[in-house]
Structure formats: C-alpha cells, structure tokens
C-alpha cells in the first residue's frame, strides 16, 4: 500500500508539472532541475528495497521541492510580466530633455563632495551651494567643514569668475578658454557638467543631432555635433532608464573618442513641482541626489550627495554675485 501512495504521488506530480509547462513553457527552466531531484528522491534505483518509512519522507520532501519550484516559477514569470520596458523615438526623448531643463527656472541646493585623487587641489571634503537661474547663471561656493570659505565659481555663457580666498587670487575669463585657471581649470568644468544633470541643461543644441540604441533595459542615446574644424564627432552618450526614462549615466566624450568623464545619476528624489512646460506624465520633478564623477584622463572621481534642493523660487542678484 505504501508502494502505491509513493507511486501515485509522483504521477500526479508528473502530470502537475507537465500541465504547469503547457500552459506557460516559461516555468520548464524554473522547474526542471527541482523536477528531477523529486523523481531521483522518489522512485531511487529499481529493485532497491527502502524502509516503508523512510521511502514516505522521501515522497513527502520531494513534493515539498516540487511545490516550492512551482511557486518561484510563478513568481518569476509574474516578475518578469511586471517589468515593462517603455518605447521611445529620438524625437520624445528629445523632447523630454528640453521639457525637464524648461521645468527648472531657478534652483538653489545644499551639497557635499568627496574628492578622491587630487582632482581638486584644494581640499578632499567640502560642503557646498548651488546657485542657478535660466538660461546659464551659475554660482558655487566650497567651503571646510567649520565653514571656511575656500572658493566662488561663476559662471555664465560668456563669462567666468573663480575667487580663491585661501590663495588671494582671482581669475576671470571666456568659459571657452580656462586656461588661465591652469590645473583648476579642469575639476570646475567637470563640476559644470555634474551639476547638469541637476539642472537638466543637458538638452540637445540645434547643431547637434541624436541617434537612439536599445541596450537591454536602457536606451543609449548618442548626441553627435560638428568639431571646430567642421567634422561630426560624438560629443555626448545618455542612458535613459527604459521605465522612467530618467538618465542615469553621461560620457563627455573628446573629438579622439577617448572618454572624457563618466557621470553617474542616482538617489532620484521627488524636489517639487514644476513649471508647465512639463508633460502630463511628469508633473512630479525627479531629480539626482546622488552624483559620481569618473575623470576620464584618471585624475580622480568626484561624489556629490545633495541635501537640499529649492526649485522656482526667487534668486537674487547678491545669490548670483551680482551676476
């Protein structure tokens, strides 16, 4: 009678599992190794005499593990029903791009950077301030741990300013040629471009066109524009995550096709609403609290983490150094 209770019991697991994969032949990859470690576990070798009661565990552990597999591929199919990659053309993330940088008119924040390789020659740790209003008004200020100031950066499209307190200079200039800056040129322009993907001033420029690659769950997005000598040459990559088209990664790529910087986006916090040029499914302003910086030419990495942000609020002209 035992015999015939063991018997049975795989029978019907058999025809459990093989109705399970026909109705959904997802779960065959799932289940399969579990399957047959049910029928080893139940029939053993034949001929071979088992204790009555031992042989019942047997049975009984078997149909534990073949239910247990049954359940996790239900569950892995569920999961993988659940994630649903989004569509998109060049045009609407084009769009978006321009939508999200529209949505921000003035911004004020509160930040602090780890800096790792003496890509800033000043300090390693500072806390810092953001100023910004549209189109371009942007001021940092960097300051020590017990509130020593240790620069300003200022700049618009035509103009910069870097003061220096620690070091009594001030240095001033076209933002188009920092060399005058010397090594400090190179941390602040990087510290430019991180802060565009808080600003969202990384849209797509009317000499510049775009070309969209799927790459698994993200969309690769490859923005191209013409070199001072005349040449097309890819400028910028942006990774779109295909679920909330939010950009997670950036490379500022040089005219060789070397890798300039590589800029991580996480820690998307909601920071408030935003003005109407924003779509109906976004009326929620996502942005970045979390930034890394790889430099590219191996000076070092950058991590902001940002405590703050004040979108759309008023910024006056003593906020921008009376810019």
């Known amino acids: 009678m035992w015999y015939w209770h063991r018997t049975e019991a795989v ?9 399970a994969v026909e109705d959904d032949p997802r779960w065959t990859r799932a289940i399969e190794p579990h399957l047959t470690a049910f029928l080893l576990m139940s029939t053993g070798k034949r001929g071979e005499r088992r204790d009555k009661r031992h ?25 993988r029903e659940e994630v649903q990659l989004k569509q998109a053309t060049v045009k609407e993330l084009t769009d978006l791009l321009t939508q999200r940088e529209a949505a921000i008119q003035t911004m004020k924040g509160l930040f602090s950077a780890k800096v790792r390789g003496g890509i800033i020659p000043i300090a390693s740790r500072v806390e810092g301030a953001l100023y910004y209003r549209r189109p371009s008004a942007m001021r940092l200020r ?22 220096l307190p620690t070091m009594g200079r001030v240095l001033s200039g076209d933002p188009s040629d920092m060399s005058e800056m010397g090594k400090l040129a190179r941390p602040f322009q990087l510290s430019v471009w991180a802060m565009g993907g808080v600003l969202g001033t990384g849209t797509i420029a009317k000499d510049e066109t775009a070309v969209l690659v799927e790459e698994g769950d993200h969309y690769r997005f490859e923005v191209s524009g013409p070199s001072l000598n ?16 939010l950009v997670v990664r950036e490379d500022r790529l040089m005219e060789s096709g070397a890798v300039e910087a590589t800029i991580q986006y996480e820690d998307f916090r909601p920071i408030g609403q ?15 609290f979390r930034i890394l910086l790889e430099d590219g030419k191996g000076q070092g990495s950058v991590q902001v983490t940002f405590h703050e942000m004040i979108p759309n609020q008023p910024v006056s002209a003593t906020d921008l150094a009376q810019l």
């Open 11 to 19: 029978r019907r697991g058999s025809l459990l599992a093989q109705r």
């Open 55 to 79: 042989s019942r565990w047997h049975t009984l552990g078997g149909l534990c593990v073949l239910t247990a597999a049954l359940l996790a591929g239900c569950a892995e199919v569920t999961q």
């Open 142 to 163: 960097g300051f020590t741990a017990v509130g020593s100031e240790l620069f300003e950066f200022v700049q618009t499209n035509n103009y910069f300013r870097l003061r």
């Open 230 to 245: 005349g040449t097309q040459f890819m400028r910028r990559r942006l990774w779109f995550e295909r679920q909330t088209f």
């Open 274 to 288: 935003g003005e109407g040029a924003l779509s109906a499914g976004e009326r929620q302003l996502l942005r970045p």
